[in-house]
């Protein structure tokens, strides 16, 4: 797999969670734009937050304030930072990657994706 998305769980609202992305060391993903995107039953998929190659994070209104996307120095491993978490966070979340230096906002646009991680928040 290209991408692994971890740390997924249950938490209560107001709570914490991380979650990792690892990438295979096969793809140059250091050139690549990042992303992380969720999906709720019975909703579409969304973009949660992206960073380009530059470092310029961006994240959907929902998130902002409380979400944080970040990568380690080797850009080998995304993480997203999930703090005062809400019952509207339950999803399942995805690690996506574009091979556009700058985000697309077409999800069509994201070359490799991940199998997912499940959120649930509970209040």
């Known amino acids: 797999a290209q991408l692994v998305e971890s740390g997924g769980g249950s938490v209560q609202a107001g709570g914490s969670l991380r979650l990792s992305c690892a990438t295979s060391e096969f793809t140059e993903f250091s050139t690549y734009c990042m992303g992380w995107f969720r999906k709720a039953p019975g909703k579409e998929r969304e973009r949660v937050a992206t960073?380009?190659?530059?470092?310029?994070?961006t994240y959907a209104d929902s998130v902002k304030g409380r979400f944080t996307i970040s990568q380690d120095n080797a850009k080998t491993t995304l993480y997203l930072q999930m703090n005062t978490l809400k019952p509207e966070d339950t999803a399942t979340y995805y690690c996506?990657?574009?091979?556009?230096?700058?985000?697309?906002?077409?999800?069509?646009?994201?070359?490799?994706w991940g199998q997912g991680t499940q959120v649930t928040v509970s209040s």
């Open positions: 996506a990657a574009s091979a556009w230096p700058q985000c697309p906002i077409s999800q069509g646009d994201y070359h490799y």
């Open positions: 960073i380009n190659v530059k470092g310029m994070p």
